[in-house]
T-cell receptor, first 112, second 113 residues
């Protein structure tokens, strides 16, 4: 089955700096790669996703890149703000229903 | 729309007790799933359903049962709770093949003593 590894497990950045989280996946059939943000005490919420026919996608301060050959994808957050502090999860899916395999998560702390 | 709702928010059980975690969605989503979240392990899929009357096992199904009698509801049953089932449980739903975005409920924090 699919295996997703996520690094780093914790990330501390100064406000205004950029943050990068990296994930690798094992199953070359995976074709959908979402990123979720989880705030304390809440359920995860989708922030951006990418499909295997696209190499990069941006939405304001966040972007995701995908390298199918190397089987890795990354989340980039620019101009970080205190409200970006949260746990971020990457995931991969090869299933048409979107059944997901999640990474272990990255705790991001943005310090003023 | 209320989205995905879960009850209860918190629960403490003794080993061997049974209980049902409730999940409901009002978005007419075909796909529903249950995950458990443990520190350092991300979210792991327990069971999922692609429509009323259709369920299947995920990555960690042992000790849990599910059923899907309606599109809206997808309860998770613990038949005989064990300390290893102490976790935070999340229910999620999506339109499925039409749109893979999964919407998560607020979670149920379960402690088994």
């Amino acid at each position: 089955g699919e295996n997703v590894e996520q690094h780093p497990s914790t990330l501390s950045v100064q406000e205004g700096d950029s943050a990068v989280i990296k994930c690798t996946y094992s199953d070359s059939a995976s074709n959908y790669f979402p990123w979720y943000k989880q705030e304390l005490g809440k359920g995860p919420q989708l922030i951006i996703d990418i499909r295997s026919n696209v190499g990069e996608k941006k939405d304001q301060r966040i972007a995701v890149t995908l390298n199918k050959t190397a089987k890795h994808f990354s989340l980039h957050i620019t101009e970080t703000q205190p409200e970006d502090s949260a746990v971020y999860f990457c995931a991969a899916s090869f299933d048409s229903w979107g059944k997901l395999q999640f990474g272990a998560g990255t705790q991001v702390v943005v310090t003023p | 729309n209320a989205g995905v709702t879960q009850t209860p928010k918190f629960q403490v059980l003794k080993t061997g007790q049974s209980m049902t975690l409730q999940c409901a969605q009002d978005m007419n989503h075909e796909y529903m799933s249950w995950y458990r979240q443990d520190p350092g392990m991300g979210l792991r899929l327990i069971h999922y359903s692609v429509g009323a009357g259709i369920t299947d096992q995920g990555e960690v199904p042992n000790g849990y049962n599910v059923s899907r009698s309606t599109t809206e509801d997808f309860p998770l049953r613990l038949l005989s709770a064990a300390p290893s089932q102490t976790s935070v449980y999340f229910c999620a739903s999506s339109r499925g093949r039409a749109d893979n975005e999964q919407f998560f409920g607020p979670g149920t924090r379960l402690t088994v003593l």
